[in-house]
């Protein structure tokens, strides 16, 4: 299996399937994390390193990648990366990329035209990207016949953001590129508090790090996903949890949502799915007095837990 699908399995009856578009070393922690401490973090580099930090660099590695859900019914993308030709100033990361994350998709047997639903966690730049595709000069919806669902709560934020003439460009051409047109287009569903998106898939708020984020818990066969969005960035945000970020709108929010995630996770038996962790993109979690410890799958497809009652 290549890189860019390297998480295919089967969790009950739903195939997850996750579709790369970038993994690199990204930012320093402490450029990161407003409560950074080096001692704090110095326990854990064995660990992390070199898989999900880079010593030479100082850097934690991270994953910009999509998961594709499919039911027996139908084809349900979650978060869609950067996306391709987006004018991001102040970005480089993000600035004018060009991969093939589309022909990725199709690797994994997606075509365009069969998403039947795309879900927006919630609305930053590294994930709503290919929500729009570039056609003619202008900015399209990339899956035609999709419903994309986000929240009201995120949508009211960043349109009133993108309105203000002193909002950064990086965040009023996210807005205007890669989710105005979806909106115009009549696709875009907004949604509410918790909501069933279909059998054994419930959408359930996840606010902090954008006012409106979700996250969506899959149940299904006796097993249990939780797909977190931006709760967590990094593997390191298990064991300090506690750790602030300086891109969150409401960083104590975030963190408490961050701790609430993963004890649900805890407690529930559920593989924990963000958006950003390097191979192998998926954890278990165990509640180690007010901290929380990573379990890494042999296997995926078999997770070894299943207390969903």
Not at 46 to 56: H, M, N
Request: proline fraction near 7%; aromatic fraction near 8%.
């Amino acid at each position: 299996m290549n890189a860019s699908t390297n998480f295919d399995c089967l969790i009950g009856d739903i195939r997850v399937t996750r579709v790369e578009e970038v993994v690199r070393p990204v930012v320093r922690p402490q450029d990161w994390y407003a409560d950074y401490q080096a001692e704090e973090l110095a326990p854990h580099l064995a660990w992390l390193a070199p898989q999900y930090f880079s010593l030479e660099q100082g850097r934690m590695i991270s994953s910009i990648h999509s998961w594709v859900l499919r039911t027996a019914t139908q084809t349900i993308l979650v978060d869609t990366c950067t996306g391709n030709h987006k004018d991001r100033p102040g970005w480089p990361a993000f600035h004018m990329l060009d991969t093939p994350y589309l022909e990725r998709l199709r690797a994994a047997g997606v075509a365009p035209e069969t998403v039947g639903l795309v879900l927006c966690t919630h609305l930053h730049v590294d994930h709503v990207g290919w929500n729009t595709r570039l056609a003619d000069g202008r900015w399209v919806p990339t899956f035609a016949n999709a419903k994309y669902l986000m929240a009201r709560r995120d949508h009211e934020y960043y349109a009133a953001l993108a309105a203000r003439p002193d909002t950064k460009a990086l965040t009023r051409n996210t807005y205007v590129d890669s989710v105005l047109p979806v909106v115009e287009a009549g696709q875009a569903v907004f949604v509410e508090g918790q909501e069933e998106l279909a059998a054994g898939l419930t959408l359930q708020p996840a606010p902090g790090h954008t006012p409106g984020q979700v996250r969506l818990d899959l149940r299904s066969g006796g097993r249990m996903a939780c797909f977190c969005g931006d709760a967590l960035h990094h593997p390191l945000q298990v064991p300090l949890w506690h750790w602030r970020t300086t891109v969150c709108t409401d960083p104590d929010q975030a963190r408490d949502t961050r701790r609430e995630v993963l004890q649900h996770c805890a407690d529930s038996g559920a593989l924990l799915l963000p958006a950003h962790f390097p191979a192998p993109h998926g954890a278990y979690i165990d509640a180690v007095g007010e901290s929380f410890r990573l379990e890494w799958p042999e296997s995926p497809g078999a997770p070894r837990r299943a207390r969903v009652g």
